[in-house]
């Protein structure tokens, strides 16, 4: 599996690009990603369908310093298993 943003990571150059990339391929309809700060929901992110098929993309707004979660949620091609996480990213002053 591989982010944008990696966990923890610390991003001083403003990115609007989110993704996360699974071992097999994912439902991207029935796909979520969604940024949070401090338990608040700041962004629902819109997962772009026309892309590989076990990555989950999306774009977002420039994000102001501070602490964030980039929460997912996938279920599987052909819907017998969800997964869940969260990726903890800072973003700070350029």
């Given at each position: 599996?591989?982010?944008?943003?990696?966990?923890?990571?610390?991003?001083?150059?403003?990115?609007?690009?989110?993704y996360?990339?699974?071992?097999?391929?994912?439902?991207?309809?029935?796909?979520?990603?969604?940024?949070?700060?401090?338990?608040?929901?700041?962004?629902?992110?819109?997962?772009?369908?026309?892309?590989?098929?076990?990555?989950?993309?999306?774009?977002?707004?420039?994000?102001?310093?501070?602490?964030?979660?980039?929460?997912?949620?996938?279920?599987?091609?052909?819907g017998?298993?969800?997964?869940?996480?969260?990726?903890?990213?800072?973003?700070?002053?350029?």
């Amino acid at each position: 599996m591989d982010s944008q943003p990696k966990g923890q990571a610390v991003i001083g150059e403003p990115s609007s690009e989110f993704y996360v990339r699974f071992d097999r391929p994912i439902d991207h309809i029935q796909s979520r990603l969604a940024i949070y700060r401090d338990g608040q929901l700041v962004e629902r992110l819109q997962p772009r369908l026309q892309t590989e098929p076990n990555v989950l993309f999306a774009r977002a707004p420039t994000l102001p310093p501070g602490a964030y979660t980039m929460h997912w949620v996938v279920r599987t091609l052909d819907g017998a298993k969800v997964e869940e996480g969260g990726i903890p990213f800072t973003v700070k002053q350029p």
